[in-house]
């Protein structure tokens, strides 16, 4: 039987970030005085990619895009653990994971404000390895940032069965890439039509797509 490793995304997967990061972006605009005309929900629309493609894609032009970012990162750092939550049962998902699985993250997110979040929610002694936006050339939905991850965990496709659990087509495009197994969850910002054509393993949550991995060892 094959061993299994489990890779969690992280935004909408584990945590709800959603306050910090909208609540970040107005106030960027209004540092930087960009008169934004969009709403919540077009800066909820691009969660999941980089922070600068985001900007980008609400309209910042590319020559100005990382003073935005560099606004986004300073306030970002005060706020993330006090406007961030878990997902009901993320950390008994995260918890089961490791007790049938080895487990890792794979974010967009940059290392530098993912290990706080992962230490204030006390779930950074489950993952093997937390791959970052600053670890890879080309963040999801390349599937890099999954092959540096697979790499560093000593992957061997005789042995282990490896599952990417997340919420976005983002995730869902970088296993199928990266020819891995891949299941979307409804916690995050991924809309099920748009999911479906990705995979067709569609569950409820974080705990209740590992109890499938479980369930399917």
């Known amino acids: 039987m094959k061993k299994n490793i489990i890779l969690f995304d992280l935004d909408g997967t584990l945590i709800d970030s959603t306050d910090a990061i909208v609540s970040t972006f107005i106030h960027s605009f209004k540092e930087l005085n960009y008169d934004f005309k969009g709403n919540e929900e077009?800066?909820?629309?691009?969660?999941?990619?980089?922070?600068?493609?985001?900007?980008?894609?609400?309209?910042?032009?590319?020559?100005?895009?990382?003073?935005?970012?560099?606004?986004?990162?300073?306030?970002?750092?005060?706020?993330?653990?006090?406007?961030?939550?878990?997902?009901?049962?993320?950390l008994k998902a995260v918890k089961l994971a490791s007790s049938i699985a080895r487990v890792s993250v794979v974010t967009t997110k940059t290392r530098l404000y993912t290990m706080p979040l992962l230490d204030h929610f006390q779930m950074s002694e489950h993952f093997e390895i937390v791959t970052g936006r600053e670890n890879v050339e080309n963040p999801k939905p390349h599937p890099e940032p999954i092959l540096i991850t697979l790499e560093q965990m000593n992957y061997d496709k005789n042995i282990h069965n490896v599952w990417m659990i997340g919420d976005t087509k983002l995730d869902l495009i970088a296993?199928?890439?990266?020819?891995?197994?891949?299941?979307?969850?409804?916690?995050?910002?991924?809309?099920?039509?748009?999911?479906k054509k990705y995979t067709p393993i569609i569950l409820k949550d974080a705990l209740s797509a590992v109890e499938f991995v479980q369930s399917n060892s």
């Open 175 to 195: 296993a199928n890439d990266a020819n891995i197994n891949s299941i979307a969850v409804l916690c995050g910002y991924g809309k099920e039509e748009e999911l």
């Open 42 to 90: 077009d800066i909820k629309s691009f969660i999941g990619y980089p922070l600068d493609i985001m900007y980008e894609n609400l309209g910042i032009d590319k020559n100005r895009v990382w003073d935005f970012v560099a606004s986004y990162k300073n306030r970002y750092r005060k706020i993330s653990t006090q406007k961030t939550t878990l997902l009901p049962d993320a």
